[in-house]
């Protein structure tokens, strides 16, 4: 093979990692290099330096180490059998290209991962390093992701930890069966006590001991994982409870959903179809709501399984429990109120706020932000009443788009 | 009468008015509120209307919320913020009062500034211009923001390229941080930096990380509207990008269902 430029590299290992749909540089560590002595600051707000023209927002150098692997995971490109083009960066070509485009304004920092070369010590210890010699020979303060192998030895993710904002696992697929049929060398149990591992070494840094010494910095951003949607024949159901269990076991920050992508060279074992990117999308409605919300997985899940492609799922939720509606909006308690379409967060704040002061009438809403065309039919107030709720099958003509889109086909 | 207040320096400056005006009771529709160089108004040389003074104790949100929104470009901003300050002071006002409508309009200019520098801090791009020989690295920037808000944006930058010299030139005033020490000016001239090789780098990235199958050209272009491409050095590649998207993925699909399937190695 001949030897590859830096820049055919970088274009084969970026290529690579635009699967992991992760790009968060928010939360963990407030940093600066304000004393003129590293380069990087964090810990503020994520910025966003670039959208591609799919739609995400550009913000990590997100690449792979070495798209080589000795595994051979169904669903991935890069896996033992596929015949795609292989690469690999040096271990100083990675903190040189993160230190060049972070000090032109390109990124907040690194988001690392890999194939598995050798063994999955060796590659966890060659990441580390990257890491390492990021914080100590270039005094970066920036945002360091890694994501981390789950059969690596424990005191490489230790290791690891000390020099990451965040550490990642990816659970890969959404029930154990699909594990280990598709990804035969992978153990959800592995896995599972690898996030565990993380979470228990996060909760020993947060803690001081009684005689108040600092515990060794741990991935002050969390953990986060990502799922694959749509190689196996998961439910929507199945996929926001498995969710729901990994927030509350491994405290994560973060579940990402990736549509399955139907990749060149694949095993027979898989669908030859994407789903719908819709479903992706809906999958992360339902899961804000169960974050931000107070919903359960359960609730949000219909019967079916599968989340309604057409509508979101507040909505469709409100339509299944219309007995509950219209909700009056200067009494109704906050769990309520953010059940209502159309009111986000801030929105049901600013309601309660100003419902102190006097009773809210149906103009307010419009100047403190509610979507007021998506509330009408769920809310009564001064100004408002949505005399009788149209029965549900307009109510969902009236919110569900033309059929018909997101196909490239 | 009228008020002048400085380019470089103007909150700070509106801020000292303020009290000045507040304190004899100074009414909002007397002010003539204007930036740069003071005009021969002969309104100017007219003694100051004094009525009662008034003391002003406000809420630190409604301080920080009205000084933001001052980096408006509305020419009114600063007369809006006299008045809602008044108002607030005499209790005449509740902060966060969104029905009314001075108020709302301030909330929503406090808004378009913050997110103005938001989109600052992420589309500014460095070009390096260390000179030979020079022991720090220098980087150069020219951006153009929609409000004048290079002074509440640049303290960002400091903070975080803190072992670089750089500077950044827009339409108004000129940021530069030399050795940590951060300073404005007003900008001379408007000739981007030079070009810089890690461009080229940058722009494969930009180019790969990208996903053709899934082409959602109004998220991209609502997140980073047309009028910030000139100065992004990927942006010229967005049009190709989303030409060829459609041919890429059939090219794929076509690849996919047609090669032999085969079973996994070894
Ligand atoms: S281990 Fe990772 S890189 Fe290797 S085949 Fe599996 S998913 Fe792909």
New interface residues.
Partial sequence: MAKRT??EK???L??A???DASCASSGGERR??????????AGG?G????????????SL??ILLTNFCIY?CAYCINR??SRVERARFTVDEVVQ?TI??Y????IEGLFLSSGIIRSPDDTMAEMVRIARTLRERE?FR?YIHLKTIPDAAPDLIAEAGKWADRLSINVELPTETALRQLAPEKSARTIHGAMAEVRARAEAARDRSHRGARPARFAPAGQSTQMIVGADPATDGQILSASSRLYADYQLRRVYYSAF????????QLP?T?PP?QREHRLYQADWLMRFYGFAAAEIAPPSGMLDLEIDPKLAWALAHRGLFPVNVNRAPREMLLRVPGFGTRSVQ?IL??RR?RTLRY??LL??GCVVRHAEPFITLPGWSPRALPDAANLRARFAPAPAQLS?? | MQVVLPRIGTVAAWRAEVRRLAATGVPPEAVQWAVGDAADDLFNAAPIAAGRAVPLTLPRDAVLAIETALHHSDPQRFARGYAIVLRLARKDLRWGDRSDPALRRLLDQEKAVRRDIHKMHGFVRFREVTPPGANRRAFAAWFEPDHPIVEPAAPFFARRFGDMDWLIATPGLTARCETGQLEFFATQGCAAPPADATEDLWRVYFASIFNPARLMIAAMASNMPRKYWKNLPEADLIPELIRSAPARVRAAHDAMTSAPRRPPRG
């Fill in positions: 830096l820049s970088l274009a084969l970026a290529d990692a635009k699967y600066s290099s304000r004393d003129g002595a590293g380069l990087g600051s707000a910025i966003c330096h670039a959208w591609a023209p799919d739609g995400r927002c550009v150098l997100k051979d033992a059998s290209l060049e485009f000090r032109r304004n390109y005094h920036g992508s139907p990749i060149p060279d694949a095993s027979r030859l994407r990117l600013r706020e100003a002061h103009e307010d100047a403190i490239l086909f």
